[in-house]
């Protein structure tokens, strides 16, 4: 049974720091495309940043692009994101998320919220 369980929101003031990670357990985690998705209230899931399963590719939004920071590690099946000059517009549900060419899996989700 796979389970991503993400972890790290809460409430920021604007220009501050967050760090979330998302613990992966029940699949063969370096052979998932590893990413963050987020979703504001009255709003649309959308793209946040994505990794490649070695880690070695990423790619970003260009809401975030810059100000935030993919990472994981196949050690311990963790994928981070780094969250930098946080704005309120970041204000959101952020979603971890493995793929592969056949399998897509969620997490529940964790608040960030940032305040102006």
């Known amino acids: 049974q796979v389970q991503l369980g993400e972890s790290g929101g809460g409430l920021v003031q604007a220009g501050g720091s967050l760090r979330l990670s998302c613990a992966a357990s029940g699949l063969t985690f370096s052979g998932y495309r590893m990413a963050w998705f987020r979703q504001a209230p009255g709003k649309e899931r959308e793209f946040v940043a994505t990794i490649s399963g070695s880690g070695g590719s990423t790619s970003y939004s260009d809401s975030v692009k810059s100000r935030f920071t993919i990472s994981r590690d196949n050690v311990k099946n963790t994928v981070n994101l780094q969250m930098n000059s946080l704005k309120p517009e970041d204000t959101a549900v952020y979603y971890c998320?493995?793929?592969?060419?056949?399998?897509?899996?969620w997490g529940q989700g964790t608040q960030v919220t940032v305040s102006s």
């Open positions: 998320n493995a793929a592969d060419r056949f399998r897509n899996y």
